[in-house]
């Protein structure tokens, strides 16, 4: 990585990290829940800035979908305090990291993007080395597996990205 091009800090000198995905309700509400709990437990949460949109507009304000917070407090995380939202404008100028869960939702953030962003949007299952998939399936419309199938994508992946962010915490004397 260029850190002249990619500087791993926005001007709050915190770490930026959003997720995306299509409601904002399933997948990505998930990865922010799961890498938030990871940045928590390793006691990096305030440098940090983690959140999570969908490009879609359908399910603006609403909680994260019953079987994906169930699904997820099974397994740990509390998603209830997420609310869901669209991905805007300003989400260039605050996040350095945009990581889609499929190819449909990284092109939709390609082409929202401006020429100015200096950050990077990438798939985020690929961050992991080891994951047979490069994409999160939308569980929405398929049955009960695939929230499973959600949290163990992201639990992985969740673990790269914060071993791969944690070098650019800058150690404060
Ligand atoms: P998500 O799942 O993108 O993982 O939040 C979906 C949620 C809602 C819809 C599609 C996907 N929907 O069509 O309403």
Redesign the pocket.
């Known amino acids: 990585m260029n850190t002249h091009n990619h500087p791993a800090h926005n001007s709050d000198n915190k770490i930026s990290v959003l997720f995306g995905?299509?409601?904002?309700?399933?997948?990505?509400?998930t990865a922010h829940g799961v890498f938030q709990l990871l940045v928590n437990n390793a006691g990096l949460s305030s440098s940090f800035n983690i959140d999570s949109c969908?490009t879609?507009d359908?399910?603006i304000g609403q909680s994260p979908?019953n079987r994906s917070a169930a699904t997820a407090l099974a397994r740990g995380y509390d998603l209830s305090a997420l609310r869901a939202r669209q991905i805007c404008a300003d989400d260039f100028d605050r996040f350095e990291y945009i990581y889609a869960?499929d190819n449909a939702n990284l092109v939709d953030i390609q082409d929202l993007c401006p020429a100015s962003f200096n950050g990077q949007i990438e798939l985020f299952l690929p961050v992991a080395n080891n994951l047979v998939v490069s994409e999160v399936p939308?569980?929405?419309y398929g049955g009960v597996n695939g929230f499973d199938n959600v949290i163990d994508l992201v639990e992985s992946a969740s673990i790269a990205l914060l071993n791969k962010l944690k070098n650019s915490v800058e150690i404060k004397p």
């Open positions: 995905c299509l409601g904002n309700i399933c997948r990505s509400p969908g879609g359908w399910h979908d869960m939308d569980p929405y």
